[in-house]
């Protein structure tokens, strides 16, 4: 006889899960008496608001390819909870968020705290469900795992009431899930190679989810074989190494005008792995909706993503290690007559990321140049939202998968807790996080976490003293009434060393690098305060330059 709280950790052990992110609440506190019971495998992390909470779950999700962890309290917590949900939907993350729940006995009397937590999330959510009795506890969660990594990856919620958590039950437990995969047929692969081959101006878009080392390698070595340049979606620049000949750069926000003049050039796009997504494909644009000017083959592993809002002249549901494992029987008939152009692209790519020379003392560009060529090749790191972003996903060159964490939902917030739960998994790795003024601090609290469990992230905060991306499209709007976006900020450094952690200040290029190494020996978590001019808006542009052009 276990109760339902028991019979729950159990069923995450057993599919492999050693860690869960949450805040705690006296709504799963059986759930807490648990893993007590269980810690010499099971460990539980407590964060500072469960916002961040999730946000390392779904962090964990990006890493491992199972469910990252997270539990939330009733009512407050899981609606803070909601923005990491949100973000594994639309990054196809597999996650799963437990939640506390009023006893059975109180439900549907808006008892306190009460949600239906099935009605709130499941608009973002792949299966939301309450579990109310404890011996059906194996089967929801074997549902869950299961929901959660097939086809199209993301999160499911599940309530838990609080009787169900102490209610006793003999239960077996369930088995290890593991994903569903699914195949390319031959006559998918028959039709790519004639299309290839019939191809003047073809150009690869890699993206989305399940790019195992394994997958990514099998994936390059088709390009090779082909010579075809290859460029990636939105925030997924880690699906290929960005110092490969064929890699050309990314189509997220401001990309290269030379790339998506490429795209619109290009008689052939094969779209692996990514969502013809709204930023991907700037706005639906870059893409015609529904037919496609160019051919266009799209392979995705959840079939519901294939012809949603482009029809494909080929469609493919597979995964990327089912779909990398085929290429390997793909190899053109004759030398492909692109070539060329695929070393033309590169040399547009090389061009677009030498650094350049914005206002201000603080050159963004010269900084991650430095960083590229200082950061081991598995160094991960992560971003919120905010135009800094833009210098890291311009100027930083990723160079294996699993070493961008950045979400695709366009949250803010995100990057100082994907870096500790990325630290926590990978503590050999070199983790930075990326934040703006703004972006730190929606979950900057979370310098506590990593304190308290020695997740030594560097922390970069790019400090323009305003809401920087919105301060730009006012100034294309509205040029000159700023309104609501001028920020008045802590002195960062300080407050990292009041958490515990090392503080340093750069005002200047030149002091980066030192304060950098610096933050790095410190063997801890350690922020970088670094003042930039908010008149360097983007890498692209000026706020004076915006606002002459408004007028």
């Not at 808006?110 to 009605?119: G, L, S, T």
């Not at 597979?318 to 494992?325: G, N, Q, T, V």
Request: aromatic residues 8%; charged residues 20%.
């Amino acid at each position: 006889m276990r109760t339902g709280a028991e019979i729950l950790i159990d069923q995450l052990i057993l599919n492999g899960a050693d860690t869960a992110f949450g805040v705690p609440g006296e709504s799963y506190l059986a759930v807490l008496d648990a893993i007590h019971g269980r810690r010499d495998r099971f460990r539980f992390v407590a964060c500072r608001q469960e916002g961040g909470a999730a946000f390392m779950a779904e962090a964990w999700g990006k890493l491992t390819g199972r469910p990252g962890i997270a539990f939330a309290t009733r009512g407050p917590g899981a609606t803070n909870a909601a923005i990491g949900v949100h973000t594994a939907m639309q990054d196809s993350t597999p996650m799963i968020l437990f939640i506390g729940q009023v006893g059975s006995g109180d439900s549907e009397r808006e008892a306190f705290q009460e949600v239906d937590y099935r009605r709130f999330f499941s608009p973002i959510a792949k299966w939301a469900a309450q579990i109310d009795r404890a011996d059906r506890v194996p089967e929801f969660v074997q549902r869950a795992y299961a929901v959660a990594m097939a086809g199209r990856p993301g999160p499911v919620v599940l309530a838990l009431p609080e009787d169900m958590l102490t209610a006793q039950a003999e239960v077996a437990d369930g088995r290890r899930i593991e994903a569903a995969g699914a195949a390319p047929r031959p006559a998918d692969m028959t039709g790519l190679k004639a299309m290839l081959a019939a191809a003047r101006r073809p150009l690869a878009i890699l993206g989305g989810p399940g790019w195992t080392q394994s997958a990514a390698d099998g994936v390059r070595g088709f390009l090779e074989r082909w010579s075809l340049p290859a460029a990636t979606s939105f925030r997924a620049k880690d699906r290929l190494d960005n110092a490969h000949p064929l890699y050309v750069g990314d189509l997220g926000i401001g990309a290269d005008p030379k790339l998506i003049a490429r795209v619109a050039e290009s008689d052939l796009l094969l779209v692996i792995g990514a969502r013809l997504d709204e930023m991907t494909t700037g706005g639906y644009e870059r893409i015609a909706v529904p037919l496609a000017a160019q051919g266009l083959v799209h392979v995705h592993p959840g079939p519901d993503e294939l012809h949603r809002v482009t029809r494909a002249d080929l469609a493919i549901c597979a995964d990327m290690a089912s779909f990398a494992a085929a290429l390997a029987e793909l190899s053109p008939d004759a030398p492909p007559v692109w070539a060329g152009e695929a070393q033309e692209a590169r040399a547009a790519y090389e061009a677009f990321i030498r650094p350049v020379s914005p206002p201000g003392a603080v050159n963004p560009s010269a900084i991650f140049a430095f960083l590229r060529e200082r950061l081991p090749e598995d160094a991960i790191l992560t971003n919120g939202a905010g135009n800094y972003a833009g210098w890291l996903h311009r100027f930083h060159l990723h160079r294996r998968p699993g070493t961008q964490l950045a979400p695709q939902s366009g949250a803010m917030g995100y990057g100082l807790p994907a870096a500790i739960a990325a630290k926590l998994k990978h503590p050999e790795r070199v983790v930075i996080a990326n934040a703006g003024d703004g972006c730190f601090l929606m979950n900057g609290q979370e310098m506590a976490t990593a304190v308290q469990y020695g997740a030594a992230v560097v922390v970069l905060v790019w400090d323009n003293g305003s809401y920087g991306t919105i301060r730009m499209h006012q100034e294309r709007h509205y040029p000159g009434r700023v309104s609501g976006t001028d920020l008045r900020n802590p002195d960062f450094a300080a407050l990292a060393r009041s958490y515990g952690a090392a503080g340093f200040s750069v005002t200047e290029t030149a002091t980066f690098a030192p304060a950098f190494e610096a933050a790095l020996a410190t063997g801890g978590p350690a922020l970088i305060h670094i003042r930039t001019d908010v008149e360097a808006i983007t890498p692209a542009t000026t706020i004076s330059a915006l606002r002459a052009a408004a007028r």
